[in-house]
């Protein structure tokens, strides 16, 4: 489902399930990152709204300084007990647009999944000032797409979809389409339009499987759908676990995880 504007409320409100239920990324993205930008001891980051910290653990562990931007208090305390035993991990409570950063001291900017949720017009150009001189911004995010190897279970779940969701947002049904490479190097050129330059885009993927009742653990950390009223999701989650569990107890997801890296020359 796309992503509706204004939710943002909503992530908070779940910060431990989101924490059990959301997937980190996979160790080749993250060795792109640093084949991009090296990153040790003496270098500063900043992470663009870390949720629970999916992305964050292989980025501290190089030794660096990270500054968690995330908007969520909630989720924000849940950093501080998580990432405790790194020293030099800190955590600002806020919007990263309204969050007050240096300028011009930062070697890398990442964002995992999130920075979609940032105006493009006030993010791009402050990640840009917040970056050193030959500085990075990677944003990456995971493209769930479900069960293609059963579509029969898929087409189950899209008119329930059509039952409960799109009555509840008012929607029309979008059939779900598999993330694709235009779709990623349509994303990778956004910083071109504020002065970045050496611009790449990469693709991952992978395959995650789930019992019935774990797929409903998923969806109820996404935005939109801890949006709809209580009783109407219970039941709709009902419905899909009655689904999975009439074609064989599971389902599988398979994720393309995009990654896109830029440099601030100036």
Known sequence: MAMIKGLEWTFDTVASGYDKMRPGYVKELYQEIFDYCPIGEDSSVI?????????????????????SVEYGERFAELL??????YPKFSVVTGKFEDAELEENAYDLIFSATAFHWVPEEMGYPKVFRL?????????????PNRDLKNPELSDEIDKLYEEYYCKFHNRKQQKQLEFTEEQAEEIAMIPDKYGFSDIKYSLFHRERVFSATEY??????????????????????????EAINSYG???TIFDTIDLELARKMV
């Open 216 to 241: 409903t653990a998923l969806l109820g950390t996404y935005s939109d759908h801890i949006a709809m009223e209580e009783n109407m999701r219970r039941e709709f989650f009902s419905k899909i676990e």
């Open 47 to 67: 992470e663009v709204g870390s949720g629970s910290g999916q992305a964050t653990e292989p980025v501290l562990s190089t030794g660096c300084s990270l500054v």
């Open 80 to 85: 501080k007990d998580k990432f405790a035993k």
């Open 131 to 143: 970056l050193k001189n030959g500085g990075t911004f990677a944003r990456f995010a995971n493209r």
């Open 249 to 251: 107890g599971s389902i």
